[in-house]
T-cell receptor, first 111, second 114 residues
Framework: EDQVTQSPEALRLQEGESSSLNCSYTVSGLRGLFWYRQDPGKGPEFLFTLYSAGEEKEKERLKATLTKKESFLHITAPKPEDSATYLCAVQAIGTASKLTFGTGTRLQVTL | EADIYQTPRYLVIGTGKKITLECSQTMGHDKMYWYQQDPGMELHLIHYSYGVNSTEKGDLSSESTVSRIRTEHFPLTLESARPSHTSQYLC?????????????FGSGTRLTVV
């Protein structure tokens, strides 16, 4: 059974204080790993897709990396507008387009 | 600007009522999904469709039903709502073909059954 575990559950940072969110996964064969951002009361918003170990993607203050067992979402010099829940999901080979999600990391960035 | 629309955004309804949650997308995606999300919990797939007249149950057992008569429309129906159905329901869609670039999600419907 595919599993996704995210840590920490919650993270509070001061503006400018860089940190990383972790996503550990167990999957029979990884087709892709996805990061989403979810604001309160809204649906998740797509951030990145990673397909193979060693791959990295960047978008503004966010950088996602992938190994064979986990992915990290690095947040550099965060701003209050980066406050949100960050979700990780995996797609296994042979499961068509179905995604398995983690419970997310709630990030709060304060001034 | 949203390309996938869910209505209503919020719904409070009494036990035993029949309800339909609407989901429409304008991207021409063949694949559509319904997820259920409780506060602090992961998204659970309850229904999916790979095209017109194709529907399947997801990993989480649900008393709801879905239909896919048109590509752009994927409504979810509860014949008799119960308090245990209180949750957030998220609709999503994705492209077909050789690539898979993740889902586009709607804003969700927060359902409260009293």
């Amino acid at each position: 059974e595919d599993q996704v575990t995210q840590s920490p559950e919650a993270l509070r940072l001061q503006e400018g204080e860089s940190s990383s969110l972790n996503c550990s996964y167990t999957v029979s064969g990884l087709r892709g790993l996805f990061w989403y951002r979810q604001d309160p009361g809204k649906g998740p918003e797509f951030l990145f897709t990673l397909y193979s170990a060693g791959e990295e993607k960047e978008k503004e203050r966010l950088k996602a990396t992938l190994t064979k067992k986990e992915s990290f979402l690095h947040i550099t010099a965060p701003k209050p507008e980066d406050s949100a829940t960050y979700l990780c999901a995996v797609q296994a080979i042979g499961t068509a387009s179905k995604l398995t999600f983690g419970t997310g990391t709630r990030l709060q960035v304060t001034l | 600007e949203a390309d996938i629309y869910q209505t209503p955004r919020y719904l409070v309804i009494g036990t035993g009522k029949k309800i339909t949650l609407e989901c429409s997308q304008t991207m021409g995606h063949d694949k559509m999904y319904w997820y259920q999300q409780d506060p602090g919990m992961e998204l659970h797939l309850i229904h999916y469709s790979y095209g017109v007249n194709s529907t399947e149950k997801g990993d989480l057992s649900s008393e709801s039903t879905v239909s896919r008569i048109r590509t752009e429309h994927f409504p979810l129906t509860l014949e008799s709502a119960r308090p245990s159905h209180t949750s957030q329901y998220l609709c999503a869609s994705s492209e077909s073909g050789g690539g898979f670039y993740g889902y586009t999600f709607g804003s969700g419907t927060r359902l409260t059954v009293v």
